[in-house]
């Protein structure tokens, strides 16, 4: 097979790819209905400024732990907070922060995935190495160590997410490209005197790809769960900025009398879960090879 003729396949095999996504993706049910979860939260989240009808910063003392009303929705927590905008304003800060943490994690695993898996040896022995030491411990207490010693703040958390969360990407296109490269459109590339990155990026990237796509939409939903964490800890996004592991924390002494105010925000955590879980297995059945 001549480098070509290899190029030729990869590059119809992506379109043919695109183009079966485009027929069949509002025939899987898993896929529409998660789209639909989170275009919701999503379209909520950004028109949070039009949405919610007060200030989520703005305190009313005189006005504390009030049942849902005309005016306020969701009623009011125990410094008088609108809980109605501080949810959606919530929203904003924590899908934001988590779908950057986990795409800046995607993209360190993926660079180093690809340098271990293509090139072996010495930078595959050192690169595994690392990812043996990190899996060594759990995701959420690397996650808060790490946080704890930066100091609580988005880009902090930025920061801790990449550096814990680029361990599965890593392994994963790893993997994959272990078995492509021996596949023989590579030899082919490899034999046409095709430089390393154009291999990489336009053979064998298009190819392995896909797996690291649907792990992180599960990626996010984990990463949403250990933001939410800190914020219950106090170590994630600090007041008066409105933050659903905050509400939650806020409210656990209310359940009694004002269950909103923590019930919501968490409800909001598992129907964002279950929106991306959705729209993963959707994915892993449209970008599955037929």
């Known amino acids: 097979m001549s480098a070509t003729t290899g190029e030729a396949i990869v590059g119809a095999v992506a379109v043919e790819r695109a183009r079966g996504f485009r027929q069949r993706w509002y025939r899987t049910p898993a896929f529409v209905a998660g789209l639909a979860i989170i275009g919701t939260l999503a379209l909520a989240a950004i028109l949070a400024p039009v949405l919610a009808t007060h200030d989520p910063t703005q305190q009313n003392l005189r006005n504390i732990l009030q049942g849902p009303s005309t005016e306020h929705y969701l009623g009011t927590d125990q410094l008088g907070r609108d809980v109605w905008s501080r949810l959606l304003y919530g929203a904003r800060i924590d899908l934001r922060v988590a779908a950057l943490a986990v795409l800046l994690s995607f993209v360190l695993g993926t660079v180093l995935g690809c340098l271990a898996g293509y090139y072996g ?32 703040s988005a880009r902090n958390i ?8 680029w361990v599965s990407y890593a392994r994963i296109v790893r993997g994959e490209i272990l078995v492509a490269k021996r596949q023989e459109y590579v030899l082919a590339a490899q034999a046409a005197g095709f430089s390393d990155a154009r291999i990489i990026g336009r053979h064998i990237l298009p190819n392995v790809i896909t797996q690291a796509i649907v792990f992180a939409m599960s990626d996010i939903v984990l990463t949403l769960v250990g933001i939410v964490t800190l914020g219950y800890l ?5 007041p008066p900025t ?49």
């Open 242 to 290: 409105p933050d659903w592991g905050t509400m939650i924390a806020d409210g656990q002494n209310f359940l009694t009398t004002q269950w909103q105010i923590s019930t919501i925000p968490g409800v909001a955590v598992v129907v964002t879960g279950i929106g991306l879980s959705l729209i993963g297995d959707g994915l892993a059945d449209l970008l599955r090879p037929e």
């Open 234 to 238: 106090g170590l994630g996004i600090q």
């Open 121 to 152: 040896r010495w930078s595959d022995t050192v690169i595994m190495r690392m990812v043996d030491v990190m899996v060594a411990f759990p995701f959420y207490v690397l996650l808060i160590a790490l946080v704890f010693v930066l100091g609580p």
């Open 158 to 165: 930025y920061i801790a997410v990449a550096l814990v969360g």
